[in-house]
């Protein structure tokens, strides 16, 4: 009887047996048809089950489900799609009504974004997600990263091998966080084999997901215009988590990081004030990410680590200095949307899901009209 992964390898080999390998296709820039599609994939793409059913046609392409992922890790899922021009799309799945899910986002300790969690008492996730050693990256989505990579890293590994290298990485809020890291990881591990692939990401209403120097990263490696953040500005949700940069987050080579040094230097009078003033700008700052970190990273953990057996408790790099990543695509709220989607005073999601994002897609990058 052929395992599960054995069954998913032997129905990606006969696809692919089936197609042609096609030249580079994924092309550089925002494409709303592609994002559109990336959409639908999201909400309505991500089924229980793998079903083998005929290829989806929808805007930009058709695609076709090689496979749909079980539930990893704190409810994470993913499903992998083979676009009918040979790029392989993996759509990583966001928040779910799930308590474990919330904790994920909320288990908001950063570290560092380079080195390994050991998520269960046989399996350490090892990874590479930034080449600067002073970056950073949410605990709680590398979490998710790693419980997704260990489910489907074999089947794109196949496919990579097999001559696909054109890969799309999306998702939506959760989904989006997760597919920031998910690209560096990738981007790193292939890179590591002297595989060459090309990545394109498409992270859609995204929190966040590490401090700016994992910001200068993502950017560099996706630079050419492959990798996306796609904002409606009266969404909350990409305003998150909560940043706060203290003289610690900066470059080393920087005026304030030697403050104390010239302080001394002054006059005694004027090195008291000097004193007083700096301690003042300094300790609120570190106090509060001291205190960010310790309820949305070590407390937090207790709750993460509860539906996790075997999740050992990660080092935490002291810094809560979040940063945005991926080119903007800003999808400003106008008058007509304003009227369509209104706050209630309850409905604190009404600016994050499918239809205002849709709704901000077509009028700013409309269909063209059929002559």
Excluded at 24 to 42: H, I, N, S, T, V
Excluded at 119 to 148: C, E, I, M, R
Aim: net charge positive.
């Amino acid at each position: 009887m052929l395992t599960p992964f054995r069954r998913y390898a032997f129905l990606i080999a006969v696809l692919l047996s089936c197609q042609p390998l096609l030249a580079q296709q994924l092309q550089p820039g925002f494409d709303r048809k592609e994002y559109a599609d990336m959409l639908w994939l999201q909400f309505y793409g991500l089924k229980d089950s793998m079903q083998q059913t005929p290829p989806v046609q929808l805007e930009k392409d058709s695609y076709r489900t090689l496979r749909i992922s079980k539930e990893v890790g704190l409810y994470n899922k993913c499903g992998i799609y083979l676009r009918k021009d040979g790029v392989v799309v993996l759509q990583l799945r966001g928040t779910v009504n799930k308590m474990e899910s919330w904790l994920e986002n909320f288990y908001a300790g950063m570290v560092p974004a380079t080195g390994s969690l050991q998520l269960s008492n046989d399996y350490t996730f090892v990874y590479k997600l930034a080449s600067n050693p002073q970056a950073t990256v949410h605990v709680g989505w590398l979490t998710g990263v790693g419980f997704l990579m260990k489910e489907v890293l074999p089947t794109l590994d196949s496919l990579v091998q097999a001559g696909h290298r054109d890969l799309m990485i999306a998702g939506h809020s959760q989904g989006g966080a997760l597919s920031f890291l998910t690209t560096s990881f990738l981007h790193y591990h292939y890179a590591a084999m002297n595989i060459a692939v090309r990545l394109k990401t498409y992270a859609s209403a995204a929190p966040k997901p590490g401090n700016q120097y994992y910001a200068y990263d993502f950017d560099f490696i996706s630079r050419g215009q492959m990798g996306f953040r796609v904002i409606n500005d009266a969404d909350w949700v990409p305003e998150t988590p909560v940043s706060l940069q203290t003289i610690n987050d900066y470059n080393a080579v920087n005026p304030l990081s030697n403050a104390k040094s010239t302080i001394r230097k002054q006059k005694f009078v004027v090195r008291l004030f000097l004193n007083s003033v700096y301690g003042k700008l300094t300790r609120s700052s570190n106090k509060a990410s001291k205190q960010f970190e310790k309820y949305l990273g070590k407390k937090l953990y207790k709750l993460a680590a509860k539906p996790l057996p075997g999740f050992a408790k990660p080092t935490l790099a002291g810094t809560m200095n979040y940063a945005t990543a991926g080119s903007p695509v800003i999808l400003a709220a106008n008058d007509a949307y304003r009227s369509k989607f209104v706050f209630d005073g309850q409905n604190y999601f009404v600016h994050h899901m499918l239809a205002p994002y849709l709704f901000l897609l077509d009028a700013y990058y409309p269909l063209p009209t059929a002559k």
